[in-house]
């Protein structure tokens, strides 16, 4: 059973660019959470989606944003890039909730 | 007060001694509660959940909540040195449909 792919692996943007992160979860779990971690703060939550509905985001500002597709493939977008944006963006993907399966990541690099 | 709090560590062991790691949620509300590990450059991987006061034993660990108290431990018995990781306690807000992590506590076992 394929795990949780996300994509790209590795990306550097400058300030005041934008950026979408794809993430395709285990088949058949129809939630996908998105989280930023970083080493100062941890990990953060970002947003959960279900049936392509997001049902909580957290305490980040609005250039933050995400949608989930009917197939349960999830994206997120951050515009106008700062270098605090700098991260390993993570998803995971759940059938049951709290049991989270991660991808691998996505580490953005803001210059 | 952070939502899920955890001591950073880090919390150094020798081989075949127990480690317990602990933490503590400030949420009432919160149903489920789990115990990942992170191995440096890699993700969150679950390794234990529990949803009931009490002991739950898997293997060599063993999680204990005790929801009056608010608290959440993981005790890892005859650690081996593969066992040094961060591990991050975490939090399930049912109705909230998030899950909410602590920073960590780093453990090294010294063979």
């Known amino acids: 059973k394929a795990g949780v792919t996300q994509t790209p692996r590795y990306l550097i943007k400058t300030r005041g660019q934008q950026v979408t992160l794809s993430c395709s979860p285990i088949s058949g779990h129809r939630s996908v959470s998105w989280y930023q971690q970083t080493p100062g703060q941890g990990l953060q939550f970002l947003f959960e989606?279900?049936?392509?509905?997001?049902?909580n985001k957290g305490n980040f500002p609005g250039r933050f944003s995400g949608r989930q597709f009917s197939n349960s493939r999830s994206e997120m977008n951050v515009s106008t890039l700062e270098l605090g944006d700098s991260a390993l963006y993570l998803c995971a993907s759940s059938l049951n909730p709290g049991e989270l399966f991660f991808g691998e990541g996505s580490r953005l690099t803001v210059l | 007060q952070k939502e899920v709090e955890q001591n950073s560590g880090p919390l150094s062991v020798p081989e075949g001694a127990i480690a317990s790691l602990n933490c503590t949620y400030s949420?009432?509300?919160?149903?489920?509660f789990f115990w990942y590990r992170q191995y440096s450059g890699k993700s969150p991987e679950l390794i234990m959940f529990i949803y009931s006061n009490g002991d739950k034993e898997d293997g060599r660990f063993t999680a204990q909540l005790n929801k009056a108290s608010q608290y959440v431990s993981l005790l890892i018995r005859d650690s081996q040195p593969s066992d040094s990781a961060t591990y991050l306690c975490a939090v399930h807000l049912t109705g909230g449909f998030k899950t909410i992590f602590g920073a960590g506590t780093r453990l090294f076992v010294k063979a």
């Open positions: 989606y279900f049936s392509e509905t997001q049902r």
């Open positions: 949420d009432r509300g919160s149903q489920s």
